[in-house]
């Protein structure tokens, strides 16, 4: 199979819209990520931790609409080519927490960190997404279960280790991981900036009506510190794309309050690198005078944990 074949095939339905084989072939593209740092030589996700099934199937036996026309010229760097081609392809993961409009709008940045992880500028002509086309890549995401199934092998793979770890995150794990639990990742980088354990945090926000999500959070946050040998607790973290209901107690949206306490204490004590991290979209949803009141007890729960802490002034 000559993957460069497939990559000048697909990548340009880009800017003309996919049909069921240019999907399907996005995983056959990200299967062949590069790792950074290897000269293109070694692959991204770790094939010993392969999940087969018996229900798998050809990625050419989706329909295709119409034969392509509009091929990227080939280059003289074979090896190159197709880093290019499964890097964008990996990229698009991103369209499963994310709308189109996003990952468009992003683009110039998906194509910089190519650059930054590679140590190196893209040679390819690649086309410009448009935003209809994209669309209809994220509706295939959306709707074929399969995609899903698929996806969960790629990121089982690529959870063996912590190997490459800023380029996984930067490339698409960010926006996969803790899907609209922010509780999780602002408590978790919370405890490594007030270096704290995250039972104290637990503890002090276990008051009022805050008890429930507190409860829900610290089983989590349990079944999390596990032994993981096979890491699959840490698919949990993965939950939410796959079942909208997973985890709801902790969802931002209910739990509004604990959630920005938690944020704003991060912003207080991190300002530059947290900088943004009031712009949850939920919180628009808070009124100013709550606001208020929820940073006042931020600042509150900043003095009792340095206290409990005080390697942490």
Known sequence: MNYNNIGRAVIPKLSTGFDGEGFAAI?????????????????????DEILKSITDQPYNSYPMK???TNLITATSDPTREAAVYSYVAASFFRLFS???????KTWP????????????????MLPVPTLAAVEILKNF??????????LYRFLYMSNSDENHKGFKTFLYDNLLRNTSLHILSIIEQLYDVLNC??????????IGEMRQQVKCLREVLKILKENDE????????????FSGGFMS???TKSCLKIVYILAEALRSEAPEEHSGILQIAQFADISEGNKRNYTNMAQRLLIYLKNQNPRSI
């Open 197 to 206: 354990s995250i039972d104290t945090i637990v503890v002090a926000m276990n």
């Open 109 to 124: 940045q998906v194509l910089n960190g190519f650059s930054k992880f590679y140590a190196e500028p893209i040679r390819v």
């Open 230 to 241: 096979n890491h699959r607790l840490s698919m949990l973290r993965y939950g939410r794309i």
């Open 27 to 47: 995983f056959v593209m990200a299967y062949h990520l590069k790792a950074p740092g290897s000269r293109f030589r070694s692959l991204f996700f770790n094939l």
């Open 249 to 251: 107690d902790l969802q």
């Open 141 to 150: 995401f959306s709707q074929d279960q399969r995609a899903k199934v698929t």
């Open 98 to 104: 994310k709308p189109a409009s996003y990952y468009v």
């Open 66 to 68: 119409t034969n392509v």
